[in-house]
């Protein structure tokens, strides 16, 4: 889910300044809050599959 509006607006402050300063690209601050976002919402809760844990990443390794 995207950060709404009002979220967005106390965030961005926080953030560094959008010119790159040396290195390589800048993404906008906001796509990537949200795609990290998502990728937090998305995250399968590994308790929730009912078997061990080990179990489950070594099914998962071999995928």
């Keep these: 889910m995207p950060l709404t509006d009002a979220q967005w607006a106390r965030i961005e402050p926080l953030l560094p ?3 790159p300063k040396r290195g390589g690209r ?3 601050h ?3 809050s949200d795609a990290i976002a998502f990728k937090f ?3 399968p809760d590994w308790n929730a599959l009912g ?3 080990q179990e489950i ?3 998962a390794r071999h995928l």
Excluded: F, H, S, Y
Aim: glycine share 0%.
């Design 41 to 43: 919402q998305t995250v």
């Design 51 to 53: 078997a061990p844990a």
């Design 17 to 19: 300044d959008r010119v």
């Design 30 to 32: 906001r796509q990537v």
């Design 26 to 28: 800048w993404r906008d």
């Design 57 to 59: 990443w070594e099914l």
